[in-house]
Structures are given as structure tokens and as C-alpha cells.
């Protein structure tokens, strides 16, 4: 969950002001922690009920309308090392090499997951630890963080900014100079307890089914668990597939029409 609270925490600390400008409200109504118990607006628990989500809509629209704030929705994708490829059709993946293509599908993700502010399933996973914290990122160094960058991602933001008139390093400050966000110890300790949590030593076969349009689970996470699984010896007992869209797709998956292999 740390992934989506980077992400998330990037657009709170830089969207604020277009949600203000616009009349929309104050800048607290944008949430990302503390967030209602209430997960009735999902079926599947991935979502949130009450006005959030729709706060969150509003902000997206007021800073796309302006350059540096699709350039500022761009950086929270880089530092959140989220998908960018989650709505629309197979045939709609933007071209990496270009900057206005990446920015739109952003803009059109976090339209989609406008629903689950703070992350996918959030709620449903804090509730499970009494409803506390699970996810920090105090003393996190985003600079560090955006040199990792994927290239396509990373060179995207650097045009936005640049169209914009501004450069991401001082952005960048901000966030790291914002304060950070602190994990509750005991749900830490809930999700860190033996078998509610996968630690990359698996005893059969496993098939990870990540889409690198997942926007509930960013395929960004598979890497940690590949190293995981090398680092215990494990690696042959493991295999990926990445190249769909949305969450669970077996439809499309199943169909053939969008699954490339990788082993």
C-alpha cells in the first residue's frame, strides 16, 4: 500500500491549490488518510463511499486544464511508480515516446481511480487492523526516488514541466519538505504476522497474474517479489504475465488477445 500512498500523497500536497482556485472547497477535503470505514460504494471493497471520491474528480478536472497541473499529476505517477495504461481498449496503450499520449492516459487513470482514494481496497485492509494506519512514508526522499524512474515516465515529466514554464526538482522539494504520513505500529504488526503477507518463498508453482494496466495492483510491485523469490532460491518456481488491462482481466486473458508471457 506504501506505492499508492506516494502517489496519492504527490497529489494532495500539489493539486490542492487548482481544487481551492476553482471554488471547489478547502484543501482538506482532499483525504487520503483517515479515511471512512465504509466500503459500501464497491462490491468488491475496492472503493469508498461518500463525497471523496467525487472531491478527488474535481481536482483531477481543475488541474488538467492547466500545464503544470498535468505535469504535477504526471510526477505522481513517477513517484508512485503507478500504471499509466488502465482505461480504454487493448489498442488504446499510449506510445511511450509520447509525452501528451502518457499525460492523458494519467488523466484518464485517475479518473478511474478516483473511487479509492489512497489506494485500492485501503479501507478494506485497514479495517482489518482496527481501522489504523498502514502505510508511511515520513523521511522518504523523493529525489532519490524520482532518479529510479522509468525513462518513458521520467522523460514525460520532464517535458510536461518544461511546457509548463518549470522544472519537477522544485516540486519535488515540496513534497519531500510536506509532512510525511506515520504508520500505526499495531498494523504493522497485524499485516506483518506470519501468512498475511507474501515473502517471495513459495513451496509450488506460482503464476502471477499482474496487467500493466492493473490499477489496483501496479505491476511495479512484481520485481520486489522476483527478488524475493531469487533471493530464497525460488525463482523456478515462479512466472509472470504483464501485458493486459485492468485487474483479474480472465477475459481478455483467457481470449488471448492481450497476453504476452514472461519467464
Known sequence: MNTFLDGWFVLQTLLAEYYEKAGHG???NLAITNL??????????????????EEWQKAFKAAQKLPDGRARMA???????WPVWTAGGDEQHPYLEDPKALQEAMYNT??????SPGGAARTMFE???QGQQLSWNENIDYAAYFENVNPAVKNAVEVLYQ?????????????NEASGVLASTHALEYWGAAGRNVVGDPEI???????LGDHQIPYTLMPGYEDLAAKNGK?????TALHWIGHQSRRKYLGGRSYEPTV
Open 26 to 28: 478547502p484543501a482538506p
Open 36 to 53: 471512512p470505514p465504509d466500503i459500501s460504494a464497491g462490491a468488491d471493497a475496492n472503493e469508498i463511499g461518500g463525497t471523496l471520491p
Open 75 to 81: 510526477l505522481a505517477f513517477a513517484l508512485g511508480e
Open 110 to 115: 485517475l479518473l478511474l481511480i478516483s473511487w
Open 127 to 129: 479495517n482489518s487492523a
Open 163 to 175: 511546457v509548463a514554464g518549470l522544472g519537477p526538482q522544485a516540486d519535488i522539494q515540496r513534497i
Open 205 to 211: 508453482p506460482v503464476f502471477r497474474l499482474h496487467g
Open 235 to 239: 525463482e523456478d518456481l515462479l512466472r
